[in-house]
């Protein structure tokens, strides 16, 4: 049984607890932080200017990765396609001398070209020599409308600067691929130059009949 002692001690503790400016906070509650100071903003400043850096730093990695990639698949398209590119100019070639007559022209030899004369160099795939004359031959695996184009405003009179001494003779022109496109066919007839593609063993001439090649 509580003594008289004991319950004035717990009044005066109710009191004390229940008067103003007492709070009993639980423990764990959040306190209120103070405002951020300088250093405190500094800080922040920094931690995020690190981590900037790094993402930058992680995506300038991703970039070149990327990069050498591109250089890569690129080289290796570009080596495909110089080797489709041999593949097509050997089979012509090899087609061409084993004709014994091409467009009225009797052939006397076949072969490629290359020479330089000061800053003018020229690579020519295919050069059909005949008695009455030569024939420039430019060849491609797809021949397209702008390799027609190269070919007329480029190629032959590169070929004809530096080969003056094949030029004494008629020259024609052609152009010759595995697939022809047809603006490049049209684009060539409109130009004066044979064409010639392949049928399984065979190359065939896409000249219409009565066509007279342009002597350049």
Known sequence: MSSDKDKNKDKDSFRKDTEPGNVNEPSGVYQPQGPPTFEK???MFQETERLMKE????ADKRF???ERIVRDVSKNIGGLNNTVGEVAEEYFRGAFSKLGELSGVKVKA???LQRTI??????????????TANILVEVKHKLREQDVIRFSKRIF?????????HCKVKLFGAV???T????????ALDLGLLVFTQSGQKIVQLNPDGFQPKEF
């Open 55 to 58: 993402q930058s730093r992680e």
């Open 180 to 187: 022809i496109d047809d603006d490049a066919l049209t684009q």
């Open 110 to 112: 076949v072969d490629s």
């Open 157 to 165: 009179p590169a070929f004809k600067r530096l080969y003056p001494e």
């Open 41 to 43: 903003v500094w800080l």
């Open 118 to 131: 000061g800053k003018v160099t020229g690579q020519f795939d295919i050069v059909v020599f005949g008695n």
């Open 176 to 178: 010759a691929g595995m």
């Open 64 to 66: 070149q990765k990327t």
